[in-house]
């Protein structure tokens, strides 16, 4: 089964509002990346934040990581319509290096 | 552009038979990891090899295998294809430590007739 589930599977929002996903996982992680995916194309990398690390920022991006509630959350501020796209949360653990993925969430931004 | 790339970006064949997919990783990069993406599994990390290597192992079939060559770049064998095979298949590259990104190819999207 896959190690992360995310939350919502689909959102829809307007231009200029803020965007919330929410990720939770199964197993003690080393870190936890989050991934953007246009549709059918390969995966882009966002940020990626380390199992001592509880808050990260990058340009209009925010992740936090709760370890004891084995869950994250991607903020993306005052979003824009090329930010539609799918979302993915995936966590590195135990001596393994390969990405295990969630689900993911699918951003609409309507202009 | 990540600096992946794979060929061919199309592919399309009838049950049962085999086809070979290429990924060369981002320069420097030692390590490569295959991915495949469907509808039903969603994305499922297959293998992973690291400078010529098996590394580590997951969700691959038997019919399924890859290597790494000398100049790092890998192919991922399909054969005995069946129509649940159609899928995206990503190829991923990271540095030798692997703790920090992956950085991923365009994909090989297979379908299966």
């Known amino acids: 089964s896959q190690q992360g589930e995310e939350d919502p599977q689909a959102l829809s929002i307007q231009e200029g509002e803020n965007a919330t996903m929410n990720c939770s996982y199964k197993?003690?992680?080393?870190?936890l990346q989050w991934y953007r995916q246009n549709s059918g194309r390969g995966l882009v990398h966002l940020i990626l934040i380390r199992s001592n690390e509880r808050e990260k920022h990058s340009g209009r991006l925010r992740v936090t990581l709760d370890t004891s509630k084995k869950s994250s959350s991607l903020l993306i501020t005052a979003s824009r319509a090329a930010d539609t796209a799918s979302y993915f949360c995936?966590?590195?653990?135990?001596?393994?290096?390969?990405?295990?993925f969630g689900s993911g969430t699918q951003l609409t931004v309507l202009p | 552009d990540s600096g992946v790339t794979q060929t061919p970006k199309h592919l399309i064949t009838a049950t049962g038979q085999r086809v070979t997919l290429r990924c060369s990783p981002r320069s420097g990069d030692l390590s490569v990891y295959w991915y495949q993406q469907s509808l039903d599994q969603g994305l499922q990390f297959l293998i992973q090899y690291y400078n010529g290597e098996e590394r580590a192992k997951g969700n691959i079939l038997e019919r399924f295998s890859a290597q790494q060559f000398p100049d790092l770049h890998s192919e991922l064998n399909l054969s005995s294809l069946e129509l649940g095979d159609s899928a995206l298949y990503f190829c991923a590259s990271s540095d030798h430590t692997g703790t920090r990104e992956q950085f991923f190819g365009p994909g090989t999207r297979l379908t299966v007739l």
């Open positions: 995936a966590t590195v653990w135990g001596s393994a290096r390969q990405l295990t």
């Open positions: 197993t003690s992680i080393n870190n």
